[in-house]
């Protein structure tokens, strides 16, 4: 079983920046792809930004050139530096974290989601 446990979040005006964190524990074989969705009530969950094991990143048109994505396989962590927030990227990011299991299939683990506020 794996845990996953987000920090990161707050509010913060236009224009600025927050870094959200995501520390997986728990009984780790290995992580494959950990990323990060949001969502904002009332609408549909949206992919931020994914990256592979190996550091292969993707992201959202939205927030491409103001968001990176990155990884400490050492710690079980992955990070979403945000820039140049946007009162649209307003939403409760939640982080997940792929994982094999003993049967081969492979298991989405999912953190609590933290609150990110934008304010304009």
């Known amino acids: 079983q794996v845990q996953l446990v987000e920090s990161g979040g707050g509010l913060v005006q236009a224009g600025g920046s927050l870094r959200l964190s995501c520390a997986a524990s728990g009984i780790i074989f290995s992580l494959n792809a950990m990323g990060w969705y949001r969502q904002v009530p009332g609408k549909q969950r949206e992919l931020v930004a994914g990256v592979t094991r190996g550091g292969n990143t993707n992201y959202a048109d939205s927030v491409k050139g103001r968001f990176t994505i990155s990884r400490d396989n050492a710690k079980n962590t992955v990070y979403l530096q945000m820039n140049s927030l946007k009162f649209d990227d307003t939403a409760i990011y939640s982080c997940?974290?792929?994982?094999?299991?003993?049967?081969?299939?492979?298991?989405?683990?999912w953190g609590q989601g933290t609150q990110v506020l934008v304010s304009s």
């Open positions: 997940y974290a792929d994982s094999p299991t003993e049967r081969g299939t492979i298991q989405r683990y």
